[in-house]
């Protein structure tokens, strides 16, 4: 749903190219296809559409959203410190692609999802992180390049993007958050089901998607 | 040469884990072969030996070295500007993808054999990128995680190279620097081929892979 949002805002005023990464998680499947589902209602066409794959965050493991020998954990939304969803660095991998294609076809500005306020407590979730890169992406690229990461949601809670969804026609319904359920309800108890529950009742509006547990 | 170089100084201080990425260059499997020959060399384990792919450097292209249309450029090494040898932002993602790993097994350095001074004018070998980058990984991953890049050889000429690695018995012998052939000789007229062969030269020191053209 981040994603989908940034993707609404990005509509606002750039031309579109989307790029999904199947980096091994459970929830692959369903999320593939949620890529494309959002890319045709904003018309990306099949050349400006990117799907990677990266296999070495499963082969490394250290993540219950890889490995599937560890449990993914039911929400607890005051828990303090990094939960074990937690891709170690998935975001670094995810953004220097992204760069790299961005630098081949020309894209200036690169628009991710990330929630820090309201967010999962993942370390390269946060704006600190976000900056930092932006500068490795300005020294790493040829001079001229001018390629940025904007996170326009960084200082969002969920509410708030359910919100600024809704005020653009975002389209939720296609959306998929569950770590792991590939469908068709999501699971409702997991920490990406809980915080997007929460959001959409915050906000008022009902979540599209059904949950098992809800 | 660079990265056999900067395993040899690893090997005095650390524990080594090696990383190999094939991102679908023209000389990979000669790569892959030289990796393994020098981690062997080094005894390290298998469990500590990680080759990782990412094909989407072939698949995004605007590279030389993985564009199959495009030609690898014969050397010349008074040119200014970035050769189309440049892969976009690639050491961001070798990098990324070695924080990922150390992360996991708990390492704290990462060697990268980049050369500024006397390279290839690619930007992502330059010092400020690898500053750059670090300041990413130190806050886009766990706190304590403690983890640093380190460019031993950035300000070294290529004959630096080889004479810090004859110093060290650094196995010269198992590496592969050239960007056209898959061997049993070099090509001799890459850019590649120039460097490390004028770095020998300079050296004062045969090289002992043989290459075509000299």
Same mark, same amino acid.
């Given at each position: 749903m981040d994603s989908c949002v940034a993707v609404a805002m990005a509509a606002r005023r750039y031309d579109l190219a989307c790029l999904h990464l199947?980096?091994?998680?459970?929830t692959e499947p369903r999320e593939h296809k949620a890529f494309h589902d959002i890319a045709d209602f904003y018309r990306v066409p099949a050349a400006r559409r990117l799907v990677l794959r990266a296999d070495h965050f499963a082969r490394i493991g250290g993540s219950s959203l890889t490995d599937r020998s560890m449990p993914i954990p039911e929400a607890d939304l005051s828990r303090r410190g990094v939960p074990s969803t937690y891709v170690p660095f998935r975001n670094a991998t995810i953004l220097a692609m992204a760069v790299s294609w961005a630098e081949v076809i020309g894209a200036k500005r690169i628009f991710i999802g990330a929630? !820090?306020?309201? @967010?999962?407590?993942?370390?390269?979730?946060?704006g600190v992180f976000i900056e930092a890169f932006n500068r490795a992406a300005a020294l790493g690229t040829?001079?001229?390049?001018?390629i940025r990461v904007v996170a326009?949601?960084?200082?969002?809670?969920k509410a708030d993007v359910v919100r600024r969804g809704v005020r653009l026609g975002?389209?939720?319904?296609?959306t998929w958050s569950c770590?792991?359920?590939?469908?068709? !309800?999501?699971? @409702?108890?997991?920490d990406s089901c809980a915080l997007r529950l929460r959001g959409f009742r915050e906000a008022g509006v009902p979540d599209p998607i059904p949950s098992r547990s809800h």
């Amino acid at each position: 749903m981040d994603s989908c949002v940034a993707v609404a805002m990005a509509a606002r005023r750039y031309d579109l190219a989307c790029l999904h990464l199947d980096y091994g998680q459970l929830t692959e499947p369903r999320e593939h296809k949620a890529f494309h589902d959002i890319a045709d209602f904003y018309r990306v066409p099949a050349a400006r559409r990117l799907v990677l794959r990266a296999d070495h965050f499963a082969r490394i493991g250290g993540s219950s959203l890889t490995d599937r020998s560890m449990p993914i954990p039911e929400a607890d939304l005051s828990r303090r410190g990094v939960p074990s969803t937690y891709v170690p660095f998935r975001n670094a991998t995810i953004l220097a692609m992204a760069v790299s294609w961005a630098e081949v076809i020309g894209a200036k500005r690169i628009f991710i999802g990330a929630l !820090e306020e309201d @967010g999962s407590g993942y370390p390269d979730c946060r704006g600190v992180f976000i900056e930092a890169f932006n500068r490795a992406a300005a020294l790493g690229t040829r001079r001229g390049a001018g390629i940025r990461v904007v996170a326009p949601l960084l200082r969002a809670t969920k509410a708030d993007v359910v919100r600024r969804g809704v005020r653009l026609g975002a389209p939720f319904y296609l959306t998929w958050s569950c770590y792991a359920s590939n469908g068709p !309800e999501a699971c @409702g108890v997991c920490d990406s089901c809980a915080l997007r529950l929460r959001g959409f009742r915050e906000a008022g509006v009902p979540d599209p998607i059904p949950s098992r547990s809800h």
